[in-house]
């Protein structure tokens, strides 16, 4: 019974120990673009799209966004993946990547399109 | 206006009866159970009243009455009739309506099941059913638009609805939301039967009651989780079928853990232990998809989802719920610890039970690292600035356990015989451990060389084979009891196609012109022939031959600009193949410039859109870094009146070519330097984007194979069907009346 107990112990001290550590390094933190230009690390941002001004590299297949975040900084995205199918409809896009140059290079594009719970009254 | 007031009496009267009925079976925990009668005369009424409420709201969005908010929010008059009823839980509110919908009609055939403790079991469930009304007074489906509003409308109605999300429009919108809130309304019951047996301090029928509806919440749930995956994969386009998405795993956690609680009331069943762990899962697998709510429609998560939500004022309403039932759970566990504890537990480590112990604990875990993936944001905010976990944390923790719990998968059959010993034991599993061998090394050969996609492998060709061979070799296993096995079968070859389809896709983009020569990508020539109608046509799609060696076929995918969004819509097109999918995706079309590539010689020039464009001389740049050798074409570009000397260049490295475009001035567009003809002193030029350019459609096309894909949508049938059967036979074991182990106080 006691062997048990331990073995048990062990094995959720590891598994702890093990899902904490994936947990940090796998953490993004969520920053202002102010924030993000100053960083190294990877970092969140999230801000509204212009659609007007979003280009599309058809040779290189690069795509070039400025999001404006809340306190109104308005910064370019470059983003190489492949470009996510609802982002024309795309209101927000939350970018995880670095700021390198004069540009932040996303990695991973989340797009916010409006869902099933959105469009809530006007009215 | 006699509409909305019609519905809010019917609300009304389902608020006061299921008040009345919680009051009544809430006295019978007093042991005063005279109002019991009465209170299940109000449940009736209660169910006709919400009955009939979800019909006449549901008349109203087929009847287009636009002056109700969510009809006209969600619907629109050109919507077909399975669209239109899909816009009932379109909508937030109307998703709630539909959730308190399937557990009302659930409750009827609780109602009817008459326990040791069901007036306790029913006064849990009736606080379920409270907290949706709540909800649903604080929010009502039947709330008009103010009168000013409507004023405006010849009518005093709004002629349309703003309609439904494009995206949503498709035929699994009318089929997957219903199954998952199924699902979730199912997870209520063992929940109730939980608490009733706390209340009451006694759990005699809390197994036998408590299975069915758990095998059946584990189907509709399972169901509901991996349609939405075939959703994502199969017609949004997303390229995967599974995304790690808080959306996705707020009904992926209480599905683990009702899985979990499948095989400890499996346990209990048979050794009448596990006790404290059962109940712990029922309370918590219920509460955390309260809790999944609350992420998911709180908006607290609204920065790190690929879906948006708003708050409409529900969140502290969702807030004070799982508090409540949290507490309430907590305090009657802890309450209870002692005199619902159960023997001392499984000694024997070679036994099925013990597997399927270490199994339970696994599959909790998984939870419960989904569960802090998925807070992430909530705690982080505690000590820091928010911050989301990237899918690498998932992947990380999930890979470990899915290949322990398919190992456990493989093993648990062969424990029931007698003469559980280690060699023993090792004899009965080496066929199967020798097949699954036999495919790792297969899959070696097929390039998998990474350890833990071999491994991964290797466990789940063990679970399929170690199921396959306990289930034919030994007849008995056949009929009902059959359900277990192939959902074990099923998870072991949904593992395999999960590691081999994520693992090996590969994926290219093209660009493809309209009228000229296909474009290659893999071992296909594509080519793109045009769109087959109007692009703002919702039934508008794209037309490409595709040319597979000696064969060759049209595909088809949508795509189009909605109306009610103006976004640009897709459908992929798959070709399914038997090793693998074809998988194209249009990105994007547009109109390019005809005859975008030019030849100009020395001095000589040519207009190009609005331009006019002169190459004057090379430009030999300098030559700093020796390795490097860079030519340059000086360009006059002549734009309302005024001149600007572009000059693109091409770099000639040690890996290559490379150019180096350079922008039109003053507008969109850029010039890159293709080719250099020396001898004749010309250079061949490309532009992209300039404007006033003759057009040409362009088809941005990603291209992907998915192999073994297939093997996904098999292993989820037989999961799926596996926990159908399964349901059916514990349904049966509920009526059969069979004198039972482990129930003996």
Redesign the interface.
């Known amino acids: 019974m006691k062997v048990k107990i331990i073995l048990a112990a062990v094995i959720v001290v590891a598994v702890a120990a093990w899902g904490f550590s994936s947990f940090t390094k796998s953490m993004t933190s969520y920053v202002s673009f102010a924030e993000a230009q100053k960083r190294s690390a990877r970092v969140q941002v999230m801000g509204a799209i212009d659609h007007d001004q979003v280009k599309y590299d058809i040779d290189t297949q690069e795509l070039f966004f400025p999001i404006t975040d809340e306190d109104g900084t308005t910064m370019t995205v470059k983003y190489t993946g492949t470009m996510p199918g609802n982002f024309s409809q795309a209101t927000h896009a939350v970018c995880v990547g670095k700021y390198n140059g004069n540009q932040f290079v996303a990695d991973q594009l989340l797009i916010k399109c409006p869902s099933k719970y959105e469009g809530e009254l006007q009215g | 206006m006699m509409t909305v007031a019609l519905g809010n009496t019917l609300l009304a009267i389902a608020c006061v009866t299921a008040a009345l009925a919680l009051v009544g079976y809430g006295l019978a925990l007093f042991n005063r159970d005279s109002l019991v009668g009465l209170a299940r005369k109000s449940y009736y009424i209660f169910a006709g009243a919400t009955i009939l409420m979800c019909a006449f709201f549901l008349m109203q969005i087929l009847n287009h009455n636009f002056a109700l908010?969510y009809v006209?929010?969600?619907s629109s008059r050109d919507l077909e009739l399975g669209f239109l009823i899909s816009t009932f839980w379109?909508?937030?509110v109307g998703?709630f309506t539909l959730w308190l919908l399937f557990i009302t009609v659930i409750g009827i055939f609780l109602i009817r099941r008459e326990t040791e403790n069901h007036s306790a079991v029913m006064f849990f469930y009736m606080l379920v059913i409270a907290f949706f009304l709540t909800l649903l007074v604080v929010r009502s489906p039947f709330l008009p638009?103010?009168p000013e509003?409507l004023a405006q409308f010849p009518g005093g109605v709004p002629p349309d609805g703003?309609g439904l999300?494009p995206?949503?429009q498709n035929y699994w919108m009318v089929i997957h939301?219903p199954i998952v809130f199924m699902g979730f309304s199912l997870l209520a019951v063992p929940f109730a039967y939980a608490l009733g047996a706390l209340a009451r301090n006694n759990y005699r029928d809390w197994v036998k009651n408590s299975f069915p509806w758990t095998a059946l919440g584990s189907f509709f749930l399972g169901l509901g989780i991996f349609l939405g995956g075939y959703w994502a994969y199969e017609t949004?386009?997303?390229?995967g079928y599974w995304a790690w998405d808080p959306v996705e795993n707020t009904s992926l956690i209480p599905w683990l853990l009702n899985l979990a609680l499948m095989h400890g009331l499996l346990i209990e069943r048979n050794k009448g232990v596990f006790r404290r762990s059962n109940l712990l899962l029922a309370v918590f697998s219920f509460l955390l998809v309260v809790y999944g709510t609350f992420l998911?429609?709180s908006g607290v998560l609204?920065?790190?989802?690929?879906?948006?939500?708003?708050d409409?004022g529900t969140s502290g309403y969702l807030i004070f719920f799982m508090l409540f039932f949290t507490i309430l759970s907590t305090v009657l566990l802890v309450v209870r610890a002692k005199t619902a504890r159960t023997g001392?537990g499984i000694k024997d480590p070679y036994s099925m039970d013990f597997a399927i112990a270490v199994g339970i604990f696994f599959l909790a875990?998984l939870a419960i690292?989904t569960l802090?993936?998925t807070s992430?944001?909530l705690i982080?905010r505690i000590f820091?600035?928010?911050?989301?976990?990237?899918i690498?944390?998932y992947n990380?923790?999930a890979l470990p356990m899915a290949v322990i719990l398919a190992l456990l998968v493989g093993i648990s059959p062969f424990l029931v015989t007698k003469d559980r010993t280690l060699p023993t034991l090792i004899k009965r599993l080496a066929p199967a451990a020798a097949l699954a061998v036999v495919g790792t090394v297969l899959a070696y050969i097929f390039d998998v060389t990474q350890f833990m996609y071999l491994l991964m492998i290797f466990t789940a060709l063990f679970a399929l084979f170690g199921n396959f061979f306990v289930v034919f070799l030994q007849p008995n296993r056949v009929g009902l009891r059959i359900g277990g096995f192939l959902t074990h079968m099923g998870f072991g070859v949904m593992m395999i196609g999960i590691v081999v389809s994520s693992a090996f896709s590969q994926?290219d983009?093209v660009?493809l012109y309209s009228n000229q020569g296909p474009a290659q990508s893999f071992q296909y020539k594509i080519a793109y022939k045009g769109m087959h109608g109007d692009i703002t046509n919702k039934d508008n799609s794209v037309l490409l031959e595709v040319q597979d060696g000696h064969t060759q076929f049209k595909a088809d995918p949508k795509m189009f600009i909605?109306r009610e969004?103006q976004?640009?819509m897709?459908k992929p097109f798959i070709r399914k193949y038997f090793l693998y999918d074809l998988y194209l995706?249009p990105?994007?079309q547009r109109m390019?410039g005809e005859g975008d590539q030019m030849v100009l010689i020395k001095g000589e020039a040519k207009q190009v859109g609005d331009y006019d464009v002169k190459f004057t001389n090379f430009d030999m740049g300098n030559h700093s870094d020796p390795n490097t050798m860079e030519v340059g074409a000086v360009l006059e570009v002549t734009h309302q009146g005024k001149t600007d000397t572009v000059v693109p260049r091409m770099a000639f490295t040690q890996t290559g070519k490379q150019?180096l475009?350079a922008p039109m001035p003053d507008g969109?567009g850029?010039i890159?330097l293709q080719d250099i003809q020396a001898d004749a002193g010309s250079v061949s030029l490309k532009f992209?984007?300039v404007p006033g350019m003759d057009v040409v459609d362009?088809l941005?096309l990603?291209v992907s194979k998915k192999p073994l894909i297939n093997l996904v949508w098999l292993g989820v049938v037989m999961v799926c069907g596996g926990t159908l059967i399964s349901f059916i036979r514990r349904r049966r074991l509920q009526f059969a009346r069979v004198p039972q182990a482990g129930t003996s106080e």
């Open positions: 908010q006209h929010d969600y379109a909508g937030q998703s638009y103010p509003v703003s999300n995206l949503l939301p949004l386009g997303w390229g998911t429609r609204a920065d790190f989802s690929v879906h948006s939500f708003t409409l001392v875990l690292l802090i993936g992430s944001p982080t820091a600035e928010p911050a989301n976990v990237s690498d944390f990380k923790t994926t983009k660009n909605a969004n976004g640009l897709r995706s990105q994007e390019m150019f475009s969109s850029s890159v992209s984007g362009l941005v990603e």
